[in-house]
């Protein structure tokens, strides 16, 4: 509960809608042709993190429409997922009602909020914790913590992800990557040269990091990885790695070959990339917080 007046205590679970998971929410192209049963890169590095999930009871809070509980069952784990959304549940149950029974018997998916489990204390061996924590105010994610210290044994593993970077968004963008594209588009102006990429909408130059509806309502805040592992290490976890990290290229982001060249120029100049992804330039210019940590 809050003890500032006015001060929202959440984002209401009706903000995340059948629009949300199945238009916007990372991942929703490959949910949408399979069901869950196929995952792009970010659910693949997910699961490598949290390793070996045969026997384990695995824990997948904010689970969306159910990819990691499905890819966890796959893995021989058992698998729950929880989110407190509705839409999000009812979708889940959906895609977990679609796949084979011998894997559907070792998923569940139900309505739970991470701050108040209904779980015995130490039940699961590996947690995942994607692209939540963004989402919480901070008295929350403290009571989350709290509550998933209490509910996985000791020894288990947090596999966390969180997205933007708070320090490539309030520093590295406002005081470098926005200028590159202030440039490129004056640029363009005075040769008089237009196509698909130079535009406001694909080099943004507002001061503010661009962010869609969703995220506007939805990022309440943002971590950069300093911040983020105080808060894990104060409720009874060990860090064991932080990791910044972009997710692989896509080949080929324009039919166009001329336009993919002018990307990677680009993208070249306004985050460093591929050098950025290397430290020490990763922990500012990399857009993705990866953090394994171990329950003490």
């Not at 693949?44 to 999930?53: M, N």
């Not at 997922?81 to 569940?108: F, K």
């Not at 509910?151 to 309030?170: A, C, D, Q, W, Y």
Request: proline share 5%; net charge negative; aromatic share 10%.
């Amino acid at each position: 509960m809050t003890t500032n007046p006015g001060v929202p205590e959440r984002v209401e679970p009706d903000v995340y809608t059948d629009d949300y998971y199945l238009t916007n929410c990372h991942g929703y192209e490959d949910f949408v042709m399979s069901g869950g049963r196929k995952v792009g890169p970010r659910f693949i590095k997910a699961l490598s993190l949290a390793g070996e999930l045969r026997g384990k009871r695995v824990l997948d809070v904010g689970c969306g429409r159910g990819e990691l509980v499905i890819q966890s069952a796959m893995r021989g784990a058992e698998a729950w997922g929880i989110d407190y959304a509705q839409a999000a549940v009812d979708i889940a149950v959906g895609a977990l009602s679609s796949v084979d029974v011998a894997i559907r018997e070792h998923t569940h998916a139900e309505q739970m909020d991470v701050k108040a489990l209904r779980f015995d204390d130490g039940f699961f061996d590996v947690v995942f914790m994607m692209d939540v924590v963004e989402h919480l105010y901070p008295q929350e994610l403290a009571q989350a913590f709290a509550e998933l210290r209490r509910t996985i044994r000791p020894g288990g593993l947090l596999v966390m992800h969180t997205s933007p970077n708070k320090v490539f968004e309030e520093k590295i963008y406002p005081n470098y990557s926005r200028r590159i594209n202030q440039a490129a588009l004056w640029m363009s102006r005075k040769l008089k040269y237009s196509d698909g990429l130079f535009n406001e909408t694909m080099l943004p130059t507002d001061r503010e990091f661009p962010h869609d509806t969703f995220e506007r309502e939805m990022h309440i805040n943002e971590q950069s990885a300093p911040r983020l592992q105080s808060e894990v290490e104060r409720h009874g976890f060990a860090v064991r790695d932080v990791e910044f990290w972009e997710p692989p290229a896509r080949s080929g982001y324009f039919s166009s070959r001329r336009l993919n060249i002018e990307l990677g120029v680009l993208d070249f100049l306004r985050f460093l990339r591929p050098l950025s992804a290397h430290p020490p330039l990763n922990r500012f210019f990399c857009n993705h917080i990866w953090m394994t940590a171990v329950r003490l």
